[in-house]
């Protein structure tokens, strides 16, 4: 199939997203207090909340003394397993506003404990851990120590989040079911983090569950095991899968010829090129002025790259941070179902419609569904690049600049 053929852009259909996305932060605010009210009446200060927990939050700041939150739409119990970000959310259609929606109607009853406090299956940790090892939402009660805040920053780079307030105590409301292959990892003391999650991953967790039973502080040998900050737990994740997925390609047959792969989700257009090869691998993002995560929109597009060969890195992920584990973990999926190996460049778009940050799971699931369906060909590596640049807001010089594979191919074709 021809490129041409192959992608489908309507321009007045872009500008007409453009214009609702400059609305949706307005929206989102107004759901926000919505939110924040009912909550308020339902709860204050002192009070105990009953309610289903489908997922727990530890954050970052402050470490290695955490803030550990179990989370719980209140008054959305029956709904709960849907407030849970998963690759489901990509199969429903959601928008970014659904997305915030969603995100921002979660209860967020926290403490503050030190990471060290992981092993323990009392108190308030503890019933956050039974929370992350279930495989489905939890009847929990929670004691309040202050009404409910909120501190919603709609134009900043952070996934948002709901209301919260300090809990004194939270208890179980129930026996959570939890899945004999997640008791297996706990009762091995002496299984590493890497292996438990890699086993998890081919008993058929998606990495959303492994993520969330790291941060739990749940895998991994006894005397390491620590609250995982959950922004760090999905990328830990990402990333030790996808170096396994990798591994067990190393000597597959390579991809017979050059593909083009497109998706678009969440203001984001998702290109996959893959060459015959040896695995090697290079994100490229273009961020657009208006858009999330770009630092400096009078300047214009903002690039950013990021890559790794055959042997994979053993540095840290400088420009693209959490994206760059989630879109390789996506593509190794796909040549694994197919056992091929190939040479592997995703270009990312981030228009202006992404007003709001969702989190890198939508990289994750926009990269995976970039697969599905009918794709393009091209002759060669070069040629494909040549023609997805057409419909990127860069030129080929642009990218050669910027990105190490694209430089290669240019230096190839002018010595040819």
């Known amino acids: 199939m021809r490129l041409d053929d192959f992608v489908d852009i309507e321009a007045n259909e872009r500008a007409e997203r453009r214009r609702l996305a400059a609305e949706k932060s307005y929206e989102i605010l107004d759901h926000v207090e919505r939110v924040t009210d009912r909550i308020e009446r339902t709860v204050s200060g ?4 009953g309610s289903v927990s489908p997922s727990i939050f530890v954050g970052r700041s402050n470490y290695p003394r955490v803030s550990t939150g179990i989370l719980s739409p209140v008054g959305n119990e029956g709904d709960a397993g849907r407030f849970v970000t998963s690759g489901a959310w990509y199969d429903e259609g959601v928008d970014l ?197 770009n630092p400096d929109p009078e300047a214009g597009m903002w690039l950013a790259a990021d890559r790794e060969g055959y042997e994979g890195r053993t540095g840290y992920v400088e420009e693209t941070a959490g994206a760059y584990h989630a879109a390789r973990l996506a593509a190794l999926e796909h040549l694994d179902d197919r056992g091929r190996q190939a040479k592997c460049l995703v270009l990312r778009h981030v228009s202006d419609d992404y007003w709001g940050p969702a989190g890198v799971w939508q990289v994750r699931e926009g990269v995976r569904h970039a697969f599905d369906g009918e794709h393009a060909t091209a002759e060669t590596l070069a040629d494909a690049v040549r023609g997805v640049a057409d419909y990127l807001p860069a030129s080929l010089a642009d990218l050669r600049r910027k990105s190490t594979m694209v430089a290669g191919l240019q230096t190839t074709l002018d010595q040819f």
Do not use: C, M
Request: no cysteine; proline share 5%; aromatic share 8%.
């Open 46 to 49: 002192d009070a105990v909340v």
């Open 97 to 293: 506003t659904e997305v915030f929606r969603r995100r921002t109607s979660l209860l967020n009853s926290r403490r503050s404990a030190s990471v060290d406090a992981a092993d323990t299956w009392e108190g308030f940790v503890g019933v956050g851990r039974e929370v992350a090892i279930a495989d489905r939402p939890v009847d929990v009660e929670i004691g309040l120590d202050a009404d409910p805040t909120v501190d919603f920053d709609a134009d900043g780079a952070s996934a948002p989040t709901g209301p919260s307030a300090p809990a004194r105590s939270a208890s179980l409301g129930e026996n959570p079911h939890v899945p004999r292959a997640v008791e297996k990892t706990l009762e091995d003391d002496d299984w590493r983090a890497e292996g438990a999650i890699n086993y998890l991953y081919r008993r058929g967790f998606d990495v959303y569950e492994v993520n969330t039973i790291l941060s739990a502080g749940a895998l991994g040998r006894a005397e390491h095991r620590r609250l995982v900050p959950t922004r760090w737990s999905i990328t830990a994740v990402d990333d030790t899968v996808g170096g396994f997925l990798r591994g067990s390609l190393r000597d597959a047959p390579s991809v017979n010829g050059v593909e083009i792969h497109r998706n678009e989700f969440l203001g984001n257009a998702y290109w996959v090129i893959l060459a015959p090869g040896q695995w090697e691998y290079e994100l490229v993002e273009l961020k657009a002025p208006g858009s999330v995560w």
